[in-house]
């Protein structure tokens, strides 16, 4: 049903107020910590990066990529726009199969920007991208969702609706997304309308533009210019998508396709190799790595080709496989290494870097959901990552985006925040002035320090049950996929739109209805 011919809320944002239990639960949880509450700044890394390879290695992989661009070539098909841009640059077009002269790749790439701004429509959530800071972002991508009643079904627009308005309350959040989650019940042809519109209405955080075909990534930017305005999109980045590499070795019209359209208006892309090691690159890390970066140069140095400076990052998903069934695994020691490894290299390019997240090969929320996912933040962050997809809510190999696992992610993304402020050295933190009251054999509680800074010296989960074991059994014996279940339907009920402009609600609105009434549904 297409839910935007029904009444929308209001701008100013009177979404429905929770009432009775799970209003109460809502606040409960704001005061413990981990409720809605105001946004988390980006994070600025006060910790170090963790580096795998030493100069050698580096030079080693960058050469054996520059083997694979000059002697074997990339492949960009279905575009004869993009293999004229590479005959004209000076490269070798054979068919489909680009060639590409030793360091003409990494030429191009110097006029692409080392950090940017992505502006959200309320300036004070707007992000950096690159340098020191990390960015998460939600799950993007799955067909089907695990619901709050426990069902695994396809996606609805009202479940898209429903993870947007959970990022933008997640107080570690930076982002909105972009597929959430697919939305089935609209037609394939249609269903990026509302999927962007629902990202502007229903949060004022940075979101992610459609890339499924070039007239969809047109749409985007169309309706970013509804919001933005004509001459502030096309001089600054308001949407950031996500390009994959056709790995191994291939760029398809699709793919070219969107990203030209994203160049051309000066909007970011994350030209991003999707890998899982042993079917789409070699088993091994370094040859892994090898192809990735042939892949990523040869993507991100298209961009410059259509406008020199258009935003661009070094993207990577990797992943390994079963050598016994083919399925993907995650959380294992190989895609790290990998991660770490690609970060280097984004780094040296001076790039803008993608990896990670929380991802799990579960399906459902359960301990290896929270091993795995918790082994693929923690490279996240410590990689130096500064664009993070998949941060919340992936499940089954990224086939599903649950309620109970962004939560539970979500909780965990405050304390990746919390890391990656480092160790506070000034005078409070230094406490001496708290060991000298105290001195030997007593205790801190009561301290003046102590009493200073309780409230705010510890992360607080709003999740973890930390009681005694008494205090849990009286309290109902709950996991705590149960209690992410009860503190998503308590932010659900007392979610409240951020203010839009009557206007350009209004406008947006017309633009999709014209923009559905010139074509036919289609669902393939």
């Not at 940075?206 to 933005?228: C, H, L, N, Q, Y």
């Not at 258009?310 to 990998?338: N, W, Y």
């Not at 599903?400 to 990746?416: H, N, T």
Request: glycine share 10%.
């Amino acid at each position: 049903m297409d839910d935007l011919n029904q009444q929308t809320e209001p701008a100013g944002g009177a979404g429905r107020r929770g009432r009775g239990e799970r209003g109460a639960a809502g606040r409960r949880a704001a005061r413990a910590g981990g409720g809605p509450g105001p946004s988390l700044p980006y994070i600025t890394r006060r910790i170090g990066v963790y580096n795998v390879l030493d100069e050698e290695g580096l030079q080693l992989i960058e050469r054996n990529a520059d083997t694979i661009l000059e002697e074997i070539g990339i492949e960009f098909r279905d575009d004869d726009e993009a293999l004229d841009l590479w005959r004209q640059a000076g490269a070798d077009v054979q068919g489909h199969r680009v060639h590409f002269p030793k360091g003409l790749c990494r030429e191009l790439l110097k006029t692409a920007p080392k950090e940017f701004t992505w502006h959200a429509r309320n300036p004070a959530r707007s992000v950096q991208i690159g340098g020191d800071a990390t960015v998460f972002a939600p799950v993007y991508g799955p067909p089907f969702v695990r619901d709050l009643d426990g069902k695994r079904r396809y996606a609805t627009i009202e479940d898209f609706r429903n993870f947007v308005k959970l990022s933008y309350m997640a107080p570690s959040m930076h982002s909105s997304g972009g597929t959430v989650c697919e939305p089935v019940d609209i037609p394939v042809n249609k269903r990026h309308l509302d999927m962007v519109y629902s990202h502007i209405r229903y949060s004022d955080k940075p979101f992610m533009g459609s890339v499924t075909a070039p007239e969809r990534a047109e749409d985007t930017v169309a309706m970013a210019k509804i919001v933005f305005g004509d001459e502030f999109v096309e001089n600054n980045c308001v949407t950031l998508n996500l390009i994959n590499a056709n790995s191994p070795m291939v760029f398809d019209g699709t793919m070219l396709g969107a990203l030209k359209v994203y160049a051309r208006h000066n909007q970011a892309s994350v030209v991003s190799p999707f890998i899982l090691s042993g079917a789409m690159s070699p088993v091994t890390v370094a040859g892994t790595l090898t192809q990735i970066l042939a892949e990523v140069l040869a993507g991100a140095s298209f961009s410059q080709l259509i406008r020199k400076g258009s935003p661009v990052l070094f993207g990577t998903f990797a992943a390994s496989i079963s050598m016994q069934s083919g399925a993907p695994t995650f959380g294992t020691p190989e895609p790290s290494l990998v991660s770490y490894g690609a970060a280097q290299l984004a780094r040296r390019l001076g790039l803008p870097f993608r990896t990670g997240g929380s991802l799990c090969g579960s399906k459902v929320p359960d301990a290896q959901a929270a091993h795995e996912s918790s082994n693929t933040l923690n490279t996240t962050l410590l990689a130096g990552t500064n664009f993070v997809l998949h941060a919340a809510g992936w499940l089954e190999g990224g086939l599903v985006s649950s309620y109970e696992k962004f939560m539970i992610d979500q909780d965990q993304l405050g304390m990746m925040q919390k890391m990656a402020q480092g160790i506070d050295l000034s005078e409070e933190g230094q406490a001496l002035s708290a060991i000298r009251e105290v001195g030997p054999g007593s205790h801190y509680l009561g301290c003046t320090h102590t009493q200073a800074h309780f409230q705010s010296a510890f992360y607080r989960s709003a999740l973890a049950d930390n009681n005694s074991f008494e205090q849990w059994e009286i309290e109902g014996e709950k996991r705590i996929e149960q209690r992410a279940n009860a503190l998503c339907r308590a932010w659900l009920d007392s979610y409240e739109a951020p203010p839009l402009d009557p206007a350009i609600d209004e406008a947006l609105l017309a633009f999709i209805k014209d923009r559905k009434d010139s074509m036919p549904d289609a669902f393939t």
